[in-house]
């Protein structure tokens, strides 16, 4: 998340105070029951009323004004429309009605807003469109960044106007619902499609593709579709399959900055075998030398300034697990963090002392078993893999994960403190199972951790378990992440099953 002091936080609860009715004015100012003492003695509002003779409260908006032009596209939309600034008067475009743009209502000028998200960004030459909120989630985390970064202008002590402080208080593509760093590998798959795994010694017919993966790709891409700025770390080989991936990040707008291009070491190769049900049989290849630096600094601040962490062991080394979840445990305010627990890495008692940071451990029931070898006293995985509820949740929450969620055959059980459910499979989940539905799933929660503000309810793992219904798909994993269309219509079906409370 974006580091903010407790001035910036001041001013952005009043701005978004103002913003009912019929928006910021000076008369409001005047006659408010808001205590807007700590915008009236901003340093700017002060200059800038003291140069033009001016009562502060009527400096406030003509400053306002003037820093809200540098917000990035859609927090300039957000605000401008929501505090009534009236920038969008001044420019050249048609098609815009002001009046209702610029309604007395706070209620119509958001429904305004969210019905002409598109036309409201061409109009300021938005170079990047993020996908149009509903009313509802536009009232969490998109008003909440645009007022944050548009309060982070108007604390600065430089003076009015200020300059250049837009890359700060907004990283990545502005606008967007929320950050979501995803650490994590990024292979090319080689997928046969086959009826059945074969036996040992049998030949079978089968039909071959391939295409860029990864669990790490995967679950960023599955997080671009939905919205989310994002940006994936991992490694890759200065080769023709690193070149694939390269593009596909760009053309799903994922943010790639993070990824280290090892120039004498090829881009890592999986092949996976995928029935005619939808489950599928993995062969990973590591490269000890396709990693990334667990000390590069810009690592750091990209964990630092997320709202969302999703960690998956795939590629990485044990002392890269180690780091991030070190990193994460120092900070004052660290991001949520979502762990995905697969491939099994190399004695996972090391990783107990980071327990304690993991706000939601999403994975098969095996995949969770793992992570706790038999070498523990009176431990038997085998015996924890057969129940979930005795051995594996139990053991992992007592070690510190919050939130301990087994997803497979596209159903959901979930076990915290506050939320013991079992979520049953979508009735239109027709396979038995789909290669991306795990990366869709732990999207789909990062979207609703980020757009409601809260920890997880039940309604946020049922739509996080019809996210991997709409995943269904026996080759391009990437490519079947699906969109929030795509998950409404599957979570809004009449038919589907309610959650079932756990009895235990």
Known sequence: MVPQDSGTVAIRNI???????????????????????PLLELPAVRRYAESEGIDPAEAVLPV??????????????????????????ETDCTGIDFDQLYAADLGERRAYLTDNWRGLHEAVAAEHIPPAPTVRSLRATPERRAFTALAGLLAL???Y????????????????????????????????RVDDIP?????IAGRFDDH???KGLNRAIAAARLGLRVRLACAIGDDAGGRRILDLLRGEHVDHSLIRTVTDAPTPVSAMMVTRTGTAALITATDQRIRIDPRDLALHDALATSDVVILTFGGQPIEMVERVLELIRQMPNPPLLVV???????QPQYLIPYFGVIDYLIGTRAELADLLPATFSGYDATDARRDFDTDTAPRLRALGVAT????????????????????????????????????AFAAALAYRLITTGRTAERRDFEWATAAMAATQSFGDISGAMPTLHDIDRIANLESRKVARPHAG
């Open 15 to 37: 701005l978004t105070r103002l913003c009912k009715r019929s928006g910021l004015s000076s008369d409001r100012l005047r006659t408010t029951e808001i205590d807007v003492k």
């Open 64 to 89: 306002v004004r003037e820093l809200a032009r540098k917000l990035g596209p859609t927090n300039r939309v957000i605000a401008d429309a929501e505090l009534t600034l009236g920038l969008l008067r």
């Open 157 to 159: 002590d430089s003076g």
């Open 161 to 192: 106007p200020a300059v250049g402080v837009e890359a700060a208080t907004a990283p990545l593509n502005s606008g967007a619902a929320g950050v979501v760093t995803v650490v994590g590998e990024a292979v090319i798959y080689h997928i046969y």
């Open 199 to 203: 036996r040992a010694g049998a030949a």
């Open 212 to 214: 860029p993966g990864g």
């Open 340 to 346: 995905h627990p697969a491939p099994r890495v190399e």
């Open 404 to 439: 301990v969620c087994a997803i497979e055959g596209f159903a959901c059980t979930v076990r915290s403190d506050d939320v013991n459910l079992d979520i049953a499979r979508s009735p239109v989940a027709l396979l038995e199972e789909s290669p991306g539905a795990q990366a």
